[in-house]
């Protein structure tokens, strides 16, 4: 077991990603067939589990950081391989990770402006570096799954939404608390529709589990002073799996929002749509069509924040974080 590792950290609109090399966890030693995103995620949930351990729990970590495990795009095909995960468990993929690890990468001097491929276990994304820094990626391919999903709360209160896939499971739902409601009352808003999807087994396709729960209103009547020439979008509260908030406006929350969008026939392809977050920060979206997907392209900014070696004492107790 390794003593110590580097570790950068950046945010994404107020949502942290801390970053780890594959190659200092021993991952990227192998043959090129094995360097996939699904091999790394048979290590890190077995023997390098305590890695997203102690990245997420406290006392080093903080369970509303995503953490990635990372090896570069190479020269040749500019591909890269990235597993995200979290305090309970690995993500199909992570929008503001994503934008968080190309700025980390850019930082680190390892990759310049330019289009690059990477590996997540969802499957392909792209992502360009922008001359500006901005980083502009397209995800995996989304879909609306249901429209008028019902649910019944345990207070009582009847909820209708979406469910879509944006390379992770979101249920979606129109809410006006977003507008400038405490984020106690809406952490316990959301979790009540997550306890909702879990007590009645609503699923996503082949019984995918449901973990996001993204409540939403417009924007246009969410700030007081915008102009007639802003463009149309919404903000958004985004429950994740670990039970705290997305900061940033969720990368796959905005995937989800846009197939949604698109199902219902409200929002044109390749028209920009600014999806908030409650931070107040931004990503601008569109999406096209392929076949009964679309492909959703978002543009957002990540900033490094730390440069860290993490160190594990082995007179520690608690160098894997606080818990099980
Ligand atoms: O940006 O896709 C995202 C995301 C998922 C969970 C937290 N952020």
Redesign the pocket.
Known sequence: MLDSFSVLDTH?GG?ITRIVSAADLGLSDLGLSDRSPEHWLRQLRGASDWVRKALTREPRGTEYA?GAVVAPPDDVSRTGCIV?F?NVGY?G??????IGVVEALRHQGAILPGTYQFATPAGMVQATLLPDRDVRFTGVPSRCYRQDVSLECRDGRRVTGEIAY???WFFLTHDESVRNGPVAELMHRAQQIRDALDQHEIRGESGALID?VEMYCSLSDATDDRRASDPVGCRNF?L??GGHY?R????????AKLACLAAQGTLEPGVDWVQESITGSRFVASYQYEEEHVHVTIRGRAHVIAETRQVFDPDDDLRFGIGE
């Open positions: 994404t949502e995503v995200f979290n993500l993929m992570c929008g503001h990770g994503l944006g390379g992770n996001h985004v994740c799996p997305d940033s406006p969720c990368g796959t929350g905005t995937s």
